[in-house]
Structures are given as C-alpha cells and as structure tokens.
C-alpha cells in the first residue's frame, strides 16, 4: 500500500520561499504521477502542479506559474515543490497525491488514489 508524507511546510514572509517535499512509503513511485493540491481557509481545494512518472512533463495552475517548481527523485521516492515569491493568498495546506498512470492532471483529483495527509503553509507578515 502506498503512503505518501508531505513535509516542508511553515510559516514564511511574503516573497519568501519554501521547498515542499513529498516522501513516499510501501511502494515505488516510479509508475505513479504525482500531483500537488492545495486548500486555502474557506476554500476549494484546488490543483497547483503535477509531474509524469518519468518526472519529463509537468503542469502548473496558471496563479503558480513561474513562481513554483515540481520536481521529482525517483530513487528517493519524493517529489518535491519549490514554491518562490510566495504570497499572502498562497496561504493553504498543501497534499500530494499519486495516480498510478503516466500522465497526470491538475484538474481532477478523482484520478489520484493515494493521498497525504497535507503540511500547512502560511505565508504572513
């Protein structure tokens, strides 16, 4: 069974930086997707980025682009999500999640299976 543990996460000023990482346990991530998700207070959850199996394409939300960057070690069995010129609104907690398929999607979470339990990031002055 895949378990999947997200850490990195804390309190940050504006346009400060953190690195996300996303540790997987039980099972190889090398035929899974991995997708980052957020929920900010009193919002959706929504997608931020994702990365193929092989980590050779990737997908970003248009609010993060240029501003984050997902990246992925397959013989460590982490994904990683460096987040840069952070913002107030990107506020949230922020899961992983895998598919195991090639592709991968920031648009429907139904496709991911596996999910982390989430690591808050808060972005305050």
């Known amino acids: 069974q895949l378990r999947l543990a997200e850490s990195g996460g804390g309190l940050v000023q504006p346009g400060g930086s953190l690195t996300l990482s996303c540790e997987a346990s039980?099972?190889?991530?090398?035929?899974?997707?991995i997708g980052w998700f957020r929920q900010g207070p009193g919002k959706e959850r929504e997608g931020v980025s994702c990365?193929?199996?092989?980590?050779?394409?990737?997908k970003y939300a248009d609010f993060v682009k240029g501003r984050f960057t997902i990246s992925r070690d397959n013989a460590k069995n982490t994904v990683y999500l460096q987040m840069n010129s952070l913002e107030i609104e990107d506020t949230a907690v922020y899961y992983c999640?895998?598919?195991?398929?090639?592709?991968?999607?920031?648009?429907?979470?139904?496709?991911?299976?596996?999910w982390g339990q989430g690591t808050q990031v808060t972005v305050s002055s």
């Open positions: 999640a895998a598919d195991f398929s090639y592709g991968c999607t920031i648009f429907a979470e139904r496709d991911y299976d596996y």
């Open positions: 039980g099972a190889t991530l090398d035929y899974h997707s």
């Open positions: 990365i193929v199996s092989d980590g050779d394409d990737t």
